[in-house]
């Protein structure tokens, strides 16, 4: 049997933050409305981290879950927090496939929109939001894992792909870059520093480019297990965008020390992470730190949450579990990843 840690916490000092120790560096937290309501999560919000990512309130379904009508109030108080702070906001996102109304690329039978009427549901969709968070939202995430995991499929089968066609991508751009000239734009996906998924991210690149339109960044999720995939892998993909001279940003990191197996327990680790899987998830988040920080085009680190307490992690691959990924517990105590992620950034 493993026994539950024990490591002392060491406590930050005061002056000793996650936002200062970055330097130049933005470094972000993904949060939804409500973590707001807790002093707690406030607190270690205000004081570590200089941009905020909504992690559910700027997506489609959540702005415009009816035809025509906007609802703005949590993501404005993302806003609003973030502005009392001195924090950056990053819009999550104008297109995805996932918390997207279904008017938006599909008729009542489910069936594709015609092209013009997908494109103009998409066009007034990226203006309104983009003109009502005009001045308060750094960038844009403007499309969300358009790239396929499938090694014989370039683009992602998504309802807006069959409304539009492939250009769907370069429109949502278009549009945004319309809608804001002085708004960032940024392509965000999953995987796509791994070998099987590179190729295929970096066409995608190359194409927006010879489209003409402005891709300001390229936003590299960063959802890690803890042993795979190798620092060596992370680092190729990493090199193969910094080749193509494009910023990057790190939008979504954690690390899953979890087994994946879907039979697994939904809670393996009742007394905590014991001492030795603690210690190992510390060391992976000081390993990816020191390679990010290696790379001046990152310019930007998210991770995807605060606390263990509220992580979409508790739910994936299987809902219900108790899953330990990020820098604080669920009584917000900082962890060893805490520690390993601080001196990472503070050894530059
Ligand atoms: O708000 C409803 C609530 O009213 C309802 O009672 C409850 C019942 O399940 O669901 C709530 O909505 C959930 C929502 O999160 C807000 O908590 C959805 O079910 C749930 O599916 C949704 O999950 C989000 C997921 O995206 C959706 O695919 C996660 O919080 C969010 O962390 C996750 O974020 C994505 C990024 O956007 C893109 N990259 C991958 C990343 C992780 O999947």
């Given at each position: 049997m493993m026994t539950p840690s024990t490591t002392p916490h060491r406590k930050p000092l005061e002056h000793v933050t996650l936002r200062t120790a970055a330097g130049s560096r933005l470094v972000g937290a993904a949060i939804m409305s409500q973590a707001l309501d807790d002093p707690q999560a406030a607190s270690i919000l205000a004081t570590?981290?200089?941009?905020?990512?909504?992690?559910?309130?700027?997506?489609?379904?959540?702005?415009?879950?009816?035809?025509?009508?906007?609802?703005?109030?949590?993501?404005?108080?993302?806003?609003?927090?973030?502005?009392?702070?001195?924090?950056?906001?990053?819009?999550?996102?104008?297109?995805?496939?996932?918390?997207?109304?279904?008017?938006?690329?599909?008729?009542?039978?489910?069936?594709?929109?015609?092209?013009?009427?997908?494109?103009?549901?998409?066009?007034?969709?990226?203006?309104?939001?983009?003109?009502?968070?005009?001045?308060?939202?750094?960038?844009?995430?403007?499309?969300?894992?358009?790239?396929?995991?499938?090694?014989?499929?370039?683009?992602?089968?998504?309802?807006?792909?069959?409304?539009?066609?492939?250009?769907?991508?370069?429109?949502?751009?278009?549009?945004?870059?319309?809608?804001?000239?002085?708004?960032?734009?940024?392509?965000?996906?999953?995987?796509?520093?791994?070998?099987?998924?590179?190729?295929?991210?970096?066409?995608?690149?190359?194409?927006?480019?010879?489209?003409?339109?402005?891709?300001?960044?390229?936003?590299?999720?960063?959802?890690?297990?803890?042993?795979?995939?190798?620092?060596?892998?992370?680092?190729?993909?990493?090199?193969?965008?910094d080749a193509m001279g494009i910023k990057l940003m790190i939008t979504e990191l954690d690390v899953d020390p979890l087994p994946r197996d879907p039979a697994a327990d939904l809670d393996p680790y009742r007394d905590g992470l014991p001492d030795a899987v603690q210690q190992q998830l510390a060391s992976r988040y000081a390993a990816l730190i020191r390679l990010f920080v290696r790379f001046p085009s990152i310019e930007r680190i998210t991770l995807w949450g605060v606390s263990d307490r509220k992580t979409w992690l508790n739910n994936f691959p299987i809902r219900g579990r108790t899953n330990h990924p990020l820098l604080w517990d669920r009584r917000y105590q900082p962890k060893p990843t805490f520690d390993a992620f601080l001196a990472a950034l503070e050894a530059v």
């Open positions: 570590h981290f200089s941009s905020l990512t909504a992690e559910n309130e700027m997506k489609p379904l959540l702005l415009q879950r009816e035809k025509g009508t906007f609802t703005f109030e949590e993501a404005d108080r993302i806003v609003d927090f973030a502005r009392r702070h001195g924090q950056q906001v990053i819009g999550h996102t104008l297109c995805w496939h996932q918390q997207t109304p279904a008017w938006m690329f599909e008729d009542v039978q489910g069936q594709p929109l015609p092209r013009r009427d997908a494109l103009e549901n998409l066009r007034t969709h990226i203006h309104a939001v983009l003109r009502h968070f005009r001045g308060k939202v750094k960038g844009w995430d403007v499309v969300n894992e358009a790239v396929s995991d499938k090694s014989d499929e370039y683009l992602r089968d998504t309802p807006a792909r069959r409304a539009i066609g492939d250009d769907y991508v370069i429109k949502a751009f278009e549009y945004a870059q319309d809608a804001d000239p002085g708004v960032e734009l940024y392509y965000n996906d999953y995987s796509i520093d791994y070998d099987y998924k590179r190729g295929r991210a970096l066409r995608l690149v190359e194409e927006l480019r010879s489209a003409g339109v402005r891709l300001d960044a390229v936003g590299i999720q960063a959802h890690h297990l803890l042993t795979s995939p190798s620092i060596e892998e992370i680092e190729r993909g990493l090199r193969a965008f």
